[in-house]
């Protein structure tokens, strides 16, 4: 089936001639995309979000992403152990734009953009916040906005992110929620209350489960994700406080790459056909949608 669909795909080819000859026509495009597992391209190969490519990624036809399948509904593991979640939709909508296959690799959080950096992956796809301090290492190509969200648990009063002194806060290792925490207690600190304690774990899932056992007094997390963690926990938790702090995502890539570029072109493809909505509804986390997407757009 897959050789036919090639086939159908270099007949299209053959029929143009001149800048068209690197066309493919949307009838096999769409067969392809369908059997590689990704939202069928809005355009064909060879346009200019393809063409800024890094040459080993375009010679190869894959792009390899690191990713914590751990933080739904952003990217987590269905129950055949395949990645989902509205990033991992995303980003495949833009592989199929820019004509590659798709290869994501489960990581801990804290190791992707190091592993970015050295080469491992070509990017990083797991809701990283772009900041000033992250931008030092690797690129981030902005798609989103997400802002820090509390959790408490049910049947009693919800917790105040700004008078939680003395309590047990978890939160992902890594995370930017863990800086926040960290000046929330000094705050605590300095007006002579008790410092806020910090659990953390690498896994997004054993955040969610602390405060419904009893071993934390709240969690912290993407606006996103503690949304989805209340969502799922049958009245166990409840939402503390309102979102604050809003800050871009961005798909991490090493630094200098021509793949920002890549994948910023692919998101304006996307975002003017009409994929990127109809992901971020599909998901239900289209608050948090942009309607023009920027490279390095920390704003801390």
């Not at 290869?103 to 804290?110: E, K, L, M, N, S």
């Not at 931008?135 to 959790?151: C, K, L, P, R, S």
């Not at 606006?223 to 209340?230: F, R």
Request: glycine share 10%; hydrophobic share 40%; net charge positive.
């Amino acid at each position: 089936m897959l050789m036919n669909s090639l086939n159908t795909a270099r007949r299209a080819a053959k029929s143009h001639t001149g800048a068209k000859m690197a066309t493919v026509s949307a009838t096999a495009i769409f067969a392809i995309a369908a059997l590689i597992g990704v939202s069928s391209p809005s355009f064909a190969v060879g346009s200019a979000a393809a063409a800024q490519l890094p040459a080993n990624i375009k010679k190869s036809g894959v792009i390899t992403i690191g990713t914590d399948t751990t933080y739904g509904p952003n990217e987590f593991l269905d129950a055949k152990g395949n990645p989902i979640g509205w990033e991992i939709d995303l980003f495949k909508a833009i592989a199929a734009d820019l004509g590659l296959k798709t290869r994501f690799v489960t990581a801990g959080f804290d190791t992707i953009i190091p592993a970015v950096k050295g080469g491992k992956y070509d990017v990083g796809v797991s809701s990283f916040t772009d900041t000033k301090e992250r931008e030092a290492q690797v690129d981030f190509t902005n798609y989103y906005t997400a802002g820090i969200q509390w959790a408490s648990a049910a049947g009693k009063a919800a917790v105040d992110p700004n008078n939680a002194c003395g309590l047990t806060v978890t939160v992902q290792t890594g995370s930017t929620e863990v800086d926040d925490i960290k000046a929330k207690s000094a705050t605590c600190t300095k007006s002579g209350k008790k410092a806020i304690k910090i659990l953390s774990f690498d896994d997004q899932n054993q955040v969610n489960s602390s405060v419904a056992l009893g071993r934390a007094g709240a969690m912290t997390a993407d606006s996103p994700i503690t949304e989805y963690a209340v969502l799922r926990s049958a009245g166990k938790l409840q939402l503390a406080g309102g979102i604050y702090g809003n800050a871009p995502y961005g798909f991490a890539t090493a630094k200098g790459s021509t793949l920002s570029k890549a994948l910023l072109l692919a998101l304006q493809d996307i975002y003017k056909d009409g994929t990127y909505a109809k992901v971020l509804n599909k998901w239900g986390v289209s608050a948090g949608g942009l309607k023009s997407f920027t490279i390095n757009g920390a704003i801390n």
